[in-house]
């Protein structure tokens, strides 16, 4: 059964940093694209990053472009979500998903973790 469970979540004061970590169970996250997505309250779930394995390739959204990195450690199959200068906007629960193909689209994501809270405030 594949599964991924998201962690590092928090309340972090504005300018802060938090690293989200995605771990997969089931399936191997080589042969997947993993997207981070985030829902904050009151709207609807926008997709972050995305990064492939198989070839590099990543999509960040221009709102955590130059602040949020996604990595991957294929030995640990858990891929991190490095979030840095966050802002009070940031505030939302965070998915991961994966997708067996490269979309941008949250359709294509047949896996999904159940999500972790983060909080930017003072």
């Known amino acids: 059964q594949l599964q991924l469970v998201e962690s590092g979540g928090g309340l972090v004061q504005p300018g802060g940093s938090l690293r989200l970590s995605c771990a997969a169970s089931g399936f191997t996250l080589d042969y997947y694209v993993i997207g981070w997505f985030r829902q904050a309250p009151g709207k609807e779930r926008e997709g972050v990053l995305c990064?492939?394995?198989?070839?590099?390739?990543?999509y960040y959204a221009n709102s955590v472009k130059g602040r949020f990195t996604i990595s991957r450690n294929n030995a640990k199959n858990t891929v991190y979500l490095q979030m840095n200068s966050l802002k009070p906007e940031d505030t939302a629960v965070y998915y991961c998903?994966?997708?067996?193909?490269?979309?941008?689209?949250?359709?294509?994501?047949?896996?999904w973790g159940q999500g972790t809270q983060v909080t930017v405030s003072s």
């Open positions: 990064i492939s394995s198989s070839d590099g390739r990543t």
């Open positions: 998903a994966a997708a067996h193909r490269w979309s941008l689209s949250q359709h294509d994501f047949s896996s």
